[in-house]
C-alpha cells in the first residue's frame, strides 16, 4: 500500500515538473508561435546550473558553492535564460526556421558538451554530491517525498496562474497579435522581434526552473538526462494537451507521462525478451505517430485554445 | 592536418549531396524540415536491401568494379535506391506534410517533420535491426598518398567524391541550361509569378522532393561507404546537413553545395584542436558564426 | 442591375459580373464588381490607394478565390482558373511589383514563359526581343540588374511570349520616370493595334486616359462611375473628385 502511494507520489512528482516544463513551452509555441527545437537544453541549463550552485564541493569540476538553495534554483533559471538570450537574438529576427534550427543545435551541442567537458559538470559521470535542501529536517524517506511533492504542485500552481494573468494582459494579446499576423502588429509601432525575445526567455526561464526542479529531485543530472527524447515528449504533452491553452499543457503533460510510463511498463513486462531491447525504438514511433497524428486530425489538442480570433481556425 | 582536410572533403561530398534536397524543399515549402536526413537513412538501407537482392538474383553482378569495394550489383541498388527514396519523400508529402500545410498552419510542418523523423528511423531500427551494416564487409586498403606526413586515401573515398561532383555537375546544367530548371528557380523566387508564368506549383512540388530525395539516398550510400550504414545515422546527419544549407543560404543550391563542404571541413579540421568527442558540436558553432555575421549565409537572400 | 453590367456592344472579349473576392475568407475586398473589356481596345481601371484594383485582377487571374459572381472570356467560364492555366486560355498577366524573376537572366526569363508556348521556341524569343532593343543587348544579364523602364520591359515580352489575347497590366509605370512611363504606355498602345487587348490599372490617370478607349473608377471594392475614357475626362465632376486625389464616397 505504501508502495503504491509512494509511487504514485513519485509519478505525480515527476509529472507535474513536467508540467511546468510544458508550460514554459506553450508560452514559447502555444502563445508565440516559436519554435523551441531544443526544450531539454534550457531544462539541462537549469538542473545542471542549480546543481552546480547549490552542491558540494566536488573534485575535477566545476561547482561546490553550496549556494542557499532558491538561490541556486534562481542561479539554473538564469542560465536557461543567457542561453535563451543568445539564441533568440541571433535568430528571432529571421525566418522562422532559424530558430527551430538554432534550438535544436543548442540541444545537439548542450548534451555533447555535458558528456565531453569534465572539468565543467563532470562528463558523462554528471553532477553528483548534490544535497536536497531541508533533508537534515525532513530525511530521505517517504516524508521527504511528500513534502517535495507538494512544494513542486504549488509551484506549477504558481506558474500556471502567473502565464493565466500574463496571457490575459496587453503582452498577453501582443503576443497572439504576433503569432497571427507579424505585419500587422508591426504596424501597431510595436517591434514583434523585442516581444518575441521576451517571450521566447520567459519560456525559457520557466523551462529552466522545471529543469531545476528535476535536478533537485533527484539530486543527480548526467548527459543522459538532457536527450532529445525530452525534448519529444514535453512537445507531445503540449501538441495532445492542446497549444495554447495552459490547462491543456497540464493536462497534457500528466497524460503523456502516464502513457510513456505505462507504456515502457507494459512492453517490458509482456514483450518477448528477445524484443526488450527494442522497447525504446517502439515507444518512439508511438511519439512520432501521436506528433503526426495530432497534427492531421486534432491540431487545436485535447482542449483547444479558448480565444477565437485565430487565422487557424477560419481557414480550416 | 592534410589528412583531416580530406577527409574533410569526402564528408563534405555526402553532406552537399543530402543539403542540396533540404535547401530546396526549405525554400520552397517554407519548413525546416527536420526528417530529410531521414531519406538519406532509407535510400542506405534500401540500396542495402537492393544490393543483396541483386547479387542473389544475378551473382555475376557482385564482381567489384576495378580497385573499388563497391560492385556492380551496388551500383544498381544505388540507382533503385534513388528512385525509390525519391517515391518515398513525394508520398510522405503527400500523406502528411501536405495535408498539414493545407490546414494553413505553416509552422506545424516543422513539428510533423519532426514526428516523421522519429517514426522513421525507429521503424528502420525495429526493421533492419539496431547493429551497424556494411555494403562491403570486405577491408579496402587504402592508397598511401604519401608516407611523411602519412597521407591515405580510400578508392571508394576517390569514387565517392567524383561522383558526387558529377551529381551537382547534372544538377547544375539542369538549373542552368533546361526550362525545367529555371521552372524550378522561378519557384523559389516568387512562386505566384512563377504560376502565372504557366509553371504548375504541385508538379514543382513533387520534383522536388523527387530530387532531393534521389540525392538523398545517393548521400546516404555514400555515408554508408565512408562509415557504416545504422539507424540512427540520420540523427547525427540532421544537423550537418542544416548547417550547410544556413552557411551557404537557405534556398541557394549552390550554396548548399559549397556549404556542405565547409561544413564537413571545418568538422574534420576541428579534431586537430579539440578531442573527437566534440565533433557533434562543430555545426552548431558554425550555424552561430554565420548567424552573427552573415545571417542570410553565403548566396542567401532575406526573406521574410 | 446596373447599367456597367450592359455594356451594348454585343459578344465582348471578358466580361466580369458581380464579383466578390477577397484573401481570406469571409473578408471580401471586392464586392459585386462588374466590368467588360472589348476585343482590341484598352480598358482602364483606376481608383485611389487601396481600392482593390489589383485585388480585381488577382480574381481575374486565378490567383485569389472568387466567392460570388463570374468571369467569362469570350462566353467561356473562366471564374475558378487556375492561375498556370492562364496562358491556355489566352490570358497573360503582368502584376504590379515583383513581375520578373530576378535571379534568372533575360534570356532564362523569357525562355521559362515561352516554354508551353510551343513550336520554335528560339525564333519566338528572337522575335520578342527584336521588340525590345534594351533587352536584346543585355539577354544574359541577370534581370535583377535591369532599370525600371527595361524591368516592365521584361514583364510586358514575357506577357506576350504566349500570344495571350488579353493582357492584364497592373500600374505597368509604378516608380518610373516620366519619360519611361511613356515608353510603356505608347508600347501598350501599339499592342492593341496588333489586336490585344488591354485591362490597365493606372496611377498615372491623365497619361493612361489619354490612350484608354473605356474607363472604370473603382473605390472600396465597389464599380463608381464608367464609360468612355474621353467623356470621363470631359467630365467636370469626376475629373475634380478624382485628380483632385480626394477619396470617392460611397456611389
Ligand atoms: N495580400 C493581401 N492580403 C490581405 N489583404 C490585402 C492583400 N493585398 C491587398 N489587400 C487589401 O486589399 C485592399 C485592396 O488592395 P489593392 O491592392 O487591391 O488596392 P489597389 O487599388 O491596387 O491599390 P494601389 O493603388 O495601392 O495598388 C486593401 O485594403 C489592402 O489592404
Ligand atoms: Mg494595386
Redesign the pocket.
Known sequence: MIGTISYLVFFATTASILAIAVLGLNLQWGNTGLFNGGVVAFFGAGAYGTLILGGTPQDGHLGGYGLFYPLALLGGMIAAGLMAWVVGLLTLRLRHDYLAIATFGVAVAFENLMRNAEWLAGGAKGVRGFERPLRDALGDGFLYNIAFFFTVLIILIAVYLFLERLVASPFGRLLRAIREDEEAAASLGKTPSRIRLTAFITGSVILGLAGGLYGTFYAFVSPQDVLPTLTFQIWAMLIVGGAGNNRGAVFGAFLIWGAWTASGWALSRFAPIEAQLYTGSMQFVLIGVVIVGMLMWRPQGLLPERLVVSQRGSKE | MIQNLIDGVLTGSYLSLGAIGLTLVMHILRFANFSHAELLSLGAYAALVFDALVTALVPVLAAKLGPLSLTYALLIAILISMVLTGISAVLIDRLVFKRVREKGWELSMVFASFGMALIIRNVIGLIFGLSPELYSKDIAFAMILSRDPLILVKPDQVFVLIAALALMFVLHLILSRTTFGYALRAVAENPSLAQVNGVNLARTVTAVWLIGGGLAAVAGVFYGLSHQVIPVMGRDLVLPIFAATIVGGIGSVYGAVLGGFIVGIAGNLALVVLPSGYTPSIPFMLILIVLMIRPHGLFGEARA | MPIWAHRSMPDPLLQVTGVTAG??PDLP?LHGVSLTAERGQITLII??????????IKAIAGLIPVSAGRIALEQQDVTHIRPDQLAAHGIAYVP?NDNIFRSLTIRQNLDLALRRAGGDATARRDRLLAQFPALDEKQRDKAGTLSGGQRQFLAIAMALATAPRLILMD?PSAGLSPKATAEVLDHARRLTADGVSILL?E?NVSQAMKLADHCYI?AE?RNQVDGPAAELMGDKVVGEIYLGGRRMGAA
Open positions: 484573401y481570406v475586398i481608383g485611389p490607394n487601396g481600392a482593390g484594383k489589383s485585388t480585381l504590379q500600374e490599372v496611377q473603382l471594392g
